[in-house]
């Protein structure tokens, strides 16, 4: 119980800590890393304290010290089904799925009859269970990363596509016509007018995407899939009452959730440097 109280104690410092902070520099740079960083260590010792306070069983949760030391002990298997599940197949499906969704947005906003055919068609398409959709596309694409990425495809197609045409649709008529006026084709309308100002759209469905095309892969390989893979380890790890594992994937699956998100928010802030959202 000593634990738990001075786990409650420093919390309790932190907070007084982080609020002071907040107040006294709110727009130094450092004080915006800083706050939250030290908000999760906050919860972590928390964690700690309540887990080794009551005694919880480790296998319903199990302490931040005991997932780091099994995430450091299984780094090598860690790496295998980060390169199985997120490389190959929820970093290739991403890519294929943002790329199809692209270009089919520019040729529905170039044909009327695509517009009204497809989108209803994509909204239902959109509302597809993940767990009804993986099974078959397993019996399809096999059990390797062919078919995972297939799921991660279908994820991320349909949120990157509405956004994209509601991107395409932003300008102002007045700018439009005062294009056709200077004789502007409709490529060169779409190149310097219309796909710059779609581009905070679409990277709002592209970091949409990051998270879908994560989970999409990891729910994927609980229906088939090679001795290697998040998905495939978690269930298998849950079986064995291994959730220290359990929780060390779940950990790899946060990191590089969180670093592809911020890697296409980066990518944003250089493309879109001129938009409202990207100022201050």
């Known amino acids: ?61 199990p302490a ?3 997932i780091a ?36 947005a520019v040729l529905v906003d170039r044909s009327r009859f695509l517009e009204r055919g497809l989108m209803p068609v994509g909204n239902f398409l959109a509302a597809l269970p993940i767990v009804g959709i993986a099974p078959i596309f397993v019996m399809w694409f096999g059990f390797d990363w062919q078919s995972k990425a297939a ?3 279908v994820t991320v197609f349909f949120p990157v596509l509405v956004n994209m045409v509601a991107g395409l649709k932003a300008t102002d008529p007045l700018q439009r016509d005062l294009m056709r006026t200077y004789g502007a084709s409709y490529m060169q309308t779409l190149v310097k007018m219309r796909l710059p100002a779609a ?18 892969a990891i729910v994927a390989e609980f229906f088939g899939s090679p001795t290697r893979g998040m998905g495939f380890r978690i269930s298998t790890a849950v079986g064995q009452l291994d959730m220290a594992l359990v929780w060390s994937e779940i ?12 890697l296409i928010a980066l990518v944003e802030k250089g493309l ?3 938009h409202p959202s990207q100022r201050g």
């Open 251 to 262: 950990t790899v699956a946060a990191l590089a959730g969180t670093g592809f998100y911020g």
């Open 1 to 61: 119980m000593s634990v738990l109280i001075c786990a409650i104690v420093f919390w309790i410092a932190a907070i007084a800590l982080n609020s002071f902070i907040a107040a006294r520099w709110p727009e130094r740079r450092w004080a915006r890393y800083f706050v939250p960083a030290l908000f999760g260590v906050t919860l972590l010792v928390l964690w700690e304290g309540i887990v080794r306070g009551f005694g919880v069983s480790q296998v319903i949760l």
């Open 199 to 216: 581009l905070p759209f679409l990277f709002n469905g592209l970091k949409i995407a990051t998270t879908l095309a994560l989970i999409g």
């Open 64 to 66: 931040p010290s005991l």
């Open 151 to 153: 799921v991660v495809i």
């Open 272 to 274: 879109t440097f001129w």
């Open 69 to 104: 030391e099994r995430f450091a002990a299984s780094t090598g298997v860690l790496w295998i089904d980060f390169r199985q599940t997120i490389l190959k197949g929820a970093l290739s499906g991403y890519i294929m799925g943002c790329a199809a969704a692209f270009v089919v």
